[in-house]
């Protein structure tokens, strides 16, 4: 195997793979906490949970002791991104598939955020086009990592809201169809 070949490899499952089992698991801990208090409280709590962090995160960055949490913190905002289209359509979806359907649908969601995220830094360099629109808001210095996380919170939410959106409509196709021949 050449050697750029096995780095490929290297860096799809430690960078990209890995973190995104680790998401799947994180966002099952978190539906299963989530799903355990009242039901409106569960279904609202992402959104309020995804955008005060990111709102505190960046606050945070400035204490010394929390700085190696960050970069979990700034995953869990995804997740919460993750659950709010999920908590909500979760009544929907088989009680059997469940948690397969949240993990591979936060698995994916943060894969390709990492993805995207490492294609915009190594790439031709230039901004993405929200980066661009961020930077000319006349924003306070605190401003522009609010406002970049709360957007990485709106894409996880559109990214999840598809890959649900869709594996909702292949059960409401397949129960169509059972209705139909039943």
Same mark, same amino acid.
């Given at each position: %195997?050449?050697?750029? =070949?096995?780095?490929?490899?290297?860096?799809?499952?430690?960078?990209?793979?890995?973190p995104a089992v680790f998401a799947g698991l994180l966002s099952l801990t978190f539906y299963y906490i989530l799903a355990k208090t009242q039901p409106v409280v569960g279904k609202f709590a992402p959104i309020l949970s995804g955008l005060l962090l990111a709102v505190l995160v960046p606050v945070l960055s400035f204490v010394p002791p929390i700085r190696p949490i960050l970069p979990v913190l700034d995953l869990v905002i995804i997740l919460m991104g993750v659950l709010t289209p999920f908590m909500l359509l979760q009544n929907r979806l088989p009680d059997r598939h469940r948690f397969v359907i949240l993990f591979s649908g936060s698995a994916i969601t943060a894969a390709m955020l990492l993805v995207y995220g490492f294609a915009t830094a190594?790439?031709?360099? $230039?901004?993405?086009? !929200?980066?661009?629109?961020? %930077?000319?808001?006349?924003?306070?210095?605190?401003?522009l990592p609010i406002m970049s996380l709360i957007t990485v919170y709106l894409? $996880? !939410?559109?990214?999840?809201?598809?890959?649900?959106? =869709?594996?909702? $409509?292949?059960?409401? $196709?397949?129960?169509?169809?059972?209705?139909?021949?039943?």
């Open positions: %195997m050449e050697p750029l =070949a096995s780095s490929v490899i290297v860096f799809v499952l430690l960078i990209v793979l890995l190594f790439g031709d360099g $230039a901004p993405s086009p !929200v980066s661009r629109f961020l %930077m000319s808001l006349p924003l306070p210095e605190i401003g894409e $996880a !939410v559109l990214i999840s809201s598809v890959i649900f959106g =869709a594996v909702l $409509a292949v059960v409401t $196709a397949f129960r169509e169809r059972e209705v139909q021949s039943g």
